[in-house]
């Protein structure tokens, strides 16, 4: 499988749950001009021009994080249960994650968004995340008792929050410490280049 992807982008999921899960895996880096690190333009491979895509082996490519990581986890048969009310919070939690958190991030990341906007959005991520801390608890992971699917994107959006200089709970703070020491997630963060404090990014890294 090959993961398209960009350093500290939401395809940092992917990467860490494409870790964490031990499938073997290729990584190949798409500038924000939409080429690939090899030259081959991204729109060819994902006509949507999003980051994550995701290759699979006979050339067919999905495209969709919540796809994409549900893919993951079905070939690994690890980090979404199979049944039980856990799989469906994992799904619901990680849903959340992809339309509220990180689509209220979106005019963070748009040079030509305003002040009024980046305020908007900013309320909405506070409330959100602040319902994430409640869900949490003094679990060390959002669903059960084991990292699924919906933890490697809370870590991104954690990280895009810290980058961003949005307040989140304390609660989140100690997650997100505890989670950037988890193997998949420190290796995925040195293989894209990105330092744990997300404040050290460059300006072209998500
Ligand atoms: N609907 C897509 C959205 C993915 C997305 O927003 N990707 C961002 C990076 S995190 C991207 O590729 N942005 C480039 C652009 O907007 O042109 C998904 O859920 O996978």
């Not at 908007?120 to 992971?141: S, Y």
């Not at 609660?171 to 040195?190: N, W």
Request: aromatic share 8%.
């Amino acid at each position: 499988m090959i993961l398209y992807y960009a350093p500290g982008g939401c395809s940092l999921a992917d990467h860490i749950a494409l870790i964490e899960t031990g499938l073997p895996y290729k990584l190949v880096k798409v500038e924000r001009s939409k080429r690939t690190e090899d030259g081959r333009d991204f729109t060819m491979i994902n006509p949507k021009g999003f980051i994550p895509a995701l290759e699979l082996d006979d050339g067919s490519v999905l495209t969709e994080n919540l796809a994409i990581l549900v893919y993951i986890a079905h070939q690994a048969g690890a980090l979404l249960p199979g049944d039980g009310l856990d799989r469906w919070r994992a799904l619901e939690a990680t849903s959340f994650m992809t339309t509220e958190l990180h689509g209220n991030f979106r005019p963070f990341f748009h040079a030509d968004a305003t002040q009024a906007e980046r305020d908007k959005a900013r309320k909405l991520l506070v409330k959100h995340f602040a319902t994430i801390a409640e869900q949490l608890g003094d679990r060390p992971f959002l669903v059960g008792d084991r990292m699924t699917i919906a933890d490697p994107y809370l870590v991104v959006m954690l990280m895009w929050a810290g980058k961003n200089e949005i307040e989140v709970p304390e609660r989140l703070t100690g997650y997100l410490a505890q989670m950037q020491k988890m193997p998949s997630v420190a290796r995925a963060l040195a293989d894209e280049g990105l330092s744990l404090n997300p404040r050290q990014w460059f300006t072209d890294q998500r």
